[in-house]
């Protein structure tokens, strides 16, 4: 199983950025996906949910409005557009699937920085 995340860097306040999720090793189409967020000095976080046909999404309250999941299971990609960036988005970004008691995998992350 690999996650491999992209799509990171600087970027000003009010900017956005698309990160990508690209997978390999599992039958992608069957699971939820979720991107996770780091800050520094803070306890990783749900950012967003997307279920295993798309059909269905959670948000976490402080980006409510303001990044969208959604998933390409033809492409074994998952996504989250992130408009609206402020200072407090500042994180290493994460997607992760779960497997269940079979265990959970993440990918290495992706530097998201938003200052001016």
């Known amino acids: 199983v690999q996650l491999v995340e992209s799509g990171g860097g600087l970027v000003q306040p009010g900017g956005s950025l698309r990160l990508s999720c690209a997978t390999s090793?599992?039958?992608?189409?069957?699971?939820?996906m979720s991107w996770y967020r780091q800050a520094p000095g803070k306890e990783r976080e749900l950012v967003a949910s997307i279920s295993s046909a798309g059909g269905r999404t959670n948000y976490a309250d402080s980006i409510k409005g303001r990044f969208t999941i959604s998933r390409d299971n033809a492409k074994n990609t998952v996504y989250l557009q992130m408009n609206s960036l402020e200072p407090e988005d500042t994180a290493v970004y994460y997607c992760?699937?779960?497997?269940?008691?079979?265990?959970?995998?993440w990918g290495q992350g992706t530097q998201v920085t938003v200052s001016s």
């Open positions: 090793g599992f039958t992608f189409s069957s699971y939820v």
């Open positions: 992760k699937t779960s497997f269940g008691i079979r265990g959970s995998y």
